[in-house]
Nanobody, 126 residues
């Protein structure tokens, strides 16, 4: 059974930091494409950051470049998202997702991912 369980969300003031975690089980984490998405209030889900499995590459949405850092601990099957310089517009439910399929896909298109967590809420006040 595949499980992705997010944690680390909470309420912070603008300019603050949070570190999200996603504990993964049931898949070969070391070979999975791992991504963080978020869903702001009243909006659709949007991609935030991706961690590639083979070469350690990462990529980010333009809105979070230089502020957020995605990383993974393969030994602990855990994905992280360090979020610094948080803004009110970062308020959202944050989800981790995994892709285990071969083939090509659009990086931040949610249809490209096979498994999802239930999310953790991040609220940033001004």
């Amino acid at each position: 059974q595949v499980q992705l369980v997010e944690s680390g969300g909470g309420s912070v003031q603008a300019g603050g930091s949070l570190k999200l975690s996603c504990a993964v089980s049931g898949i070969d984490f070391s070979r999975a494409f791992m991504v963080w998405f978020r869903r702001p209030p009243g909006k659709g889900r949007e991609g935030v950051a991706i961690s590639y499995p083979d070469d350690g590459r990462t990529d980010y949405a333009d809105s979070v470049k230089g502020l957020f850092t995605i990383s993974r601990d393969t030994g602990k099957n855990t994905l992280f998202l360090q979020m610094n310089g948080l803004k009110p517009e970062d308020t959202a439910m944050y989800y981790c997702a995994a892709r285990t399929r071969a083939g090509s896909w659009e990086t931040f298109n949610e249809t490209g991912y096979d498994y999802w967590g239930k999310g953790t809420q991040v609220t940033v006040s001004s």
